[in-house]
């Protein structure tokens, strides 16, 4: 998830969490007579709802004013496919399922190796021995 979005999102939440707060508050001191008793409502609500409600703003100016970087195009599907290593053919390890390039990690120095020769093999995830 972008980061801009995580902002906006956070701060939009913040600034309604601030503004049900603030309402709380204003609810409790207006149903009390005396400063005294006002106090705790102011305390508990108003002034954190108002902390909120500012911080919501900064976290969602943040987010708007954030650059957007663009995003990078799709690789073609014949960039994605490796050139051939060399032109010899693919190698498979006795008993296994994958046809593997001469130079595939996989097989590279296993003296075991052996042609793959007209055997039907799915191609190698790592080395990709023909395209798809």
């Given amino acids: 998830m972008p980061t801009s979005r995580i902002l906006l999102w956070g701060g939009a939440a913040a600034a309604a969490g601030g503004a049900v707060l603030c309402v709380l508050g204003w609810y409790g001191i207006s149903g009390e007579r005396f400063a005294e008793r006002q106090l705790p409502y ?39 496919t490796p050139p051939p290593s ?23 120095g296993k003296p ?15 080395c990709e021995p023909w395209p798809p």
Avoid: F, I, K, N
Avoid at 86 to 103: F, I, N, W, Y
């Fill in 112 to 126: 075991e190796a052996t042609e793959a020769g007209a055997a039907e093999l799915d191609p190698c995830p790592v």
């Fill in 42 to 80: 102011l305390a508990s609500c108003t002034v954190p709802g108002a902390a909120l409600v500012v911080t919501g703003a900064v976290l969602v100016a943040a987010a708007l004013l954030m650059p957007v970087r663009p995003q990078e195009p799709a690789p073609s599907e014949a960039a994605e």
């Fill in 86 to 108: 060399s032109d010899e053919p693919p190698l498979r390890v006795p008993g296994g399922t994958l046809a593997h390039r001469p130079d595939c990690p996989l097989v590279a």
